[in-house]
């Protein structure tokens, strides 16, 4: 089992930076796919980012491919989410996710059984 604590969120003017943090408990955080979704107001949780065990394959949704990078330090049991060129329509709580040995899909939540409590990231206009 893995328990996740993000970090990083906070208030930013369009077209600017933050970099969330999701730490992560356990022995075994190199054998677990990680993930980012978030969840605005009113909506359904959606997929953000996605990260393979070796850090070697990532994902994006549509919506942040060329301004987000995800990316992860095994020894440091942390994955990031890095978030650029920020718009007003990314604010949402930010929630880190992980799955063990993940065979399916990256995209779907359900494929991830673990959660952190969520950051707050808020694009002023």
């Known amino acids: 089992q893995v328990q996740l604590v993000e970090s990083g969120g906070g208030l930013v003017q369009t077209g600017g930076s933050l970099r969330l943090s999701c730490a992560a408990s356990g022995r075994t955080f190199s054998s677990y796919a990680m993930g980012w979704f978030r969840q605005a107001p009113g909506k359904e949780r959606e997929f953000v980012a996605a990260?393979?065990?070796?850090?070697?394959?990532?994902y994006y949704a549509d919506s942040v491919k060329g301004r987000f990078t995800i990316s992860r330090d095994n020894a440091k049991n942390t994955v990031y989410l890095q978030m650029n060129s920020l718009k007003p329509e990314d604010t949402a709580v930010y929630y880190c996710?992980?799955?063990?040995?993940?065979?399916?899909?990256?995209?779907?939540?359900?494929?991830?059984?673990?959660w952190g409590q969520g950051t707050q990231v808020t694009v002023s206009s």
């Open positions: 990260i393979s065990v070796s850090g070697g394959s990532t």
């Open positions: 996710a992980a799955a063990f040995l993940l065979s399916g899909s990256y995209y779907a939540r359900s494929n991830y059984p673990y």
